[in-house]
């Protein structure tokens, strides 16, 4: 189902990175539902998480651990989110830590938490403490393409990316895997990504970095406008890469890292939306010109929230109508629906607020007939732009989250 | 399809209001789908209207009609929402006025039109043109019910009501028609409504009291988060009933007045609701001992929103953890998720955050299948508080709304 996306077949290791999975039984049968993500000593974290008051346990528990100890390894799994478990959740998943930490020899803070999955049941400690020692006899560092299979949920391809830049001193791996296709809004970060590179980078930058990518990739994405209570982004750097350590924005080699960096988010985050649930379309919305870059996003995110808008999409109807209709209840400082230009895959449909004369309802079919659409908004007012991809809203939808818990 | 809701069979004359209806043939074949609402000399009308910044057409010319004229005559047609059409509707819109009028010897300004159906179509003055004389040769006081239904669309039942209320000096009778079951998010007024009364009212008053009950009713529905450019609600007052004028709030008259125009605004807005695109739940999300009553709103708002919550609504499932993922997402000025009591018809789920325990997963299941649901949600914060009416998203909305306008 997903749009102009496979499942991956090929990710590079990380230096420093091994990956573990395992059939915990958790919610699926038949397939592994529990990874490890093991990062070598002197590896630095850096996090963003949901911004949902309802964070799920093992949200609170990753955010105190990231704040205390230097993080080594990274505990998954699939199939339940931990969430709306109150103080038990929260006990449940510094058990499953703890079960880790010992076999590893750490502190139990080096051990961040990551759950996803249906909300509102018990963790099944028992099952996943079983489960960890097998994660463990399958740690290796070409783990990736496994993992990126084992942290689904109703995705339905494994979703991730390998990208390597040349630095002044060494190549650099970065390798990334992300998970997640339905209660997509994130307001911070996506469901659960997770993506190591062997650079070498000052801790805070990394942080900041890691802020920086998302706001420009995960934050741009929508499905349903329904933020999660799980979202969790997390970005490791080994160290293991040859290259001075990156200690500030100022110098080629940030720029390199980050610039790659941000390539592999907006990957992740588009790959989320090809694969949202029952998407038959990809879709961009660029508004451009408005008053400020914060009404472009405020305007580009109400039309692509409108279930109107997205039945259209998934009907392939050039219903513009409801495009104008979703920008006219818009929040906005400022608009003039004189001056508004709509254009959809290039061809121009409306021009100064009126259907523009060339435009013919044929043209308008073939384009809203294409898997990726790219609808863009003029607003003709002042500099501000914003773009924000989503996904057609159909049948499909309905039926898995319907049926998601049956 | 809807809710808890059948076909309107009777509803009263008003003294001084005709209606009559004819087949104009403008989308719809072999039913009427023009309409002509007719008051006698020395009503008084009040209005509310879209603040969709993209008003359609008639909308644009009915505000500047009540500013500048004494209405007469409302003028009605569904098939086409004459928006979207730039300045040609409104020479459109105009030109039907002028027809209407003409015919009965008043000003253009005297004619209100309203229009609904699909966006950015011209609007077929011909065919209207030819349509107007043969309402006029229908015209009576009985039309009410041949009314609601000529003003349906997607409308799967005809909505109306009638209330009568003894007030000092006479009974007055209160008759409304409404229409509308998608693009149903009012930002002050639904679709299209009509409603009339022989009470006897000052007219900044009346206006004023529309803007009142429409503000807790028709305000409080939402289907899909979209607001029409279309919505307005007409109030015509004519004056016929014995009663002194009602000049101000201060007296019984007015009182009286005042809830039984609720009443019938409470009914026509959640009929709305209960004919909802593709509705088979009628649900009322109440917030209670919020911050304040904007902060109520917002939650109860972004529970009706969430399609997460709307397909469990859908499947009967008592998902309750996308509720509060909803309510997480919230922007409230406060809230503390330790406090949060959540029930469902009743039955408590969550107390102080937690789970309840007495609560089962059958107690859910149960009050979850049935075609009335109140979610309740208490902040145990301050006295906010807050209802709103919604339907859940089925896949008959995604085919209605895919297939529009096929």
Redo the contacts between chains.
């Keep these: 189902m997903a749009v102009g996306l496979k499942n991956i077949t090929m990710l590079e290791k990380v230096a420093g990175i091994k990956l573990g999975s395992a059939a915990a039984g958790i919610r699926y049968q038949d397939r592994d539902d529990m990874l490890i993500i093991l990062a070598d000593k002197g590896s630095r974290f850096a996090g963003v998480f949901t911004?949902?008051?309802?964070?799920a346990a093992p949200v609170v528990i990753s955010r105190k651990h990231l704040q205390v100890a230097e993080p080594r390894a990274c505990l998954v799994n699939a199939g339940n989110?931990n969430?709306?478990?109150?103080?038990q959740g929260e006990q449940d998943a510094l058990d499953c830590c703890q079960v880790l930490a010992q076999k590893l020899g750490i502190n139990v803070e080096s051990v961040l938490p990551f759950s996803t999955g249906?909300?509102?049941e018990a963790l099944p400690v028992n099952k996943m403490s079983k489960a960890i020692p097998v994660c463990l006899e399958t740690m290796s560092a070409d783990g990736w393409v496994s993992a990126a299979h084992t942290i689904m949920t109703t995705d339905t391809v494994a979703k991730g990316i390998t990208s390597k830049v040349k630095l002044n001193g060494g190549e650099i791996t970065i390798t990334g895997i992300v998970k997640g296709s339905?209660?997509i809004?994130p307001?911070m970060a996506t469901l659960l990504s997770f993506v190591a590179t062997d650079a070498c980078i000052e801790k805070a930058l990394l942080q900041e970095t890691l802020e920086d990518v998302v706001a420009e990739s995960f934050n741009r994405t929508t499905v349903?406008?329904?933020?999660?209570?799980n979202d969790s982004c997390i970005l490791i750097a080994t160290g293991k890469c040859n290259h001075k350590e990156i200690m500030n924005r100022d110098n080629e080699n940030y720029m390199l890292f980050q610039k790659a960096l941000k390539k592999v988010f907006i990957h992740l985050a588009q790959a989320i939306i090809r694969d949202a649930e029952g998407a038959t379309k990809f879709v961009t919305i660029n508004v451009i010109n408005a008053a400020s870059d914060i009404d472009a996003t405020e305007a580009a995110k109400t039309i692509a929230?409108?279930?109107?808008v997205k039945?259209?999409l998934?009907?392939s109807?050039p219903?513009?109508?409801?495009i104008?209709?979703?920008?006219?209840?818009a929040h906005?400082s400022d608009?003039d629906?004189q001056k508004v230009n709509l254009s959809i895959n290039g061809v121009t449909v409306?021009s100064k607020?009126?259907?523009d004369d060339a435009y013919t309802e044929e043209q308008g079919q073939a384009v809203m007939s294409q898997q990726d659409i790219i609808i863009e908004v003029d607003l003709a007012l002042g500099s501000g732009s914003s773009s924000i991809w989503t996904s057609d809203?159909?049948?499909e939808?309905?039926?898995i989250?319907?049926?998601?818990?049956?």
Tied chains: 1, 2.
Excluded at 324 to 329: I, T
Aim: hydrophobic share 35%; with cysteine.
């Design positions: 911004q949902n008051k309802f964070s989110a969430a709306g478990t109150g103080s249906v909300i509102g339905g209660m809004c307001d349903d406008g329904d933020t999660s209570t929230h409108s279930p109107l039945t259209a998934f009907a109807d219903n513009w109508g409801r104008l209709a979703a920008l006219g209840r906005l608009m629906i409306l607020g009126q259907v809203l159909s049948h939808y309905i039926r989250n319907a049926e998601y818990r049956s």
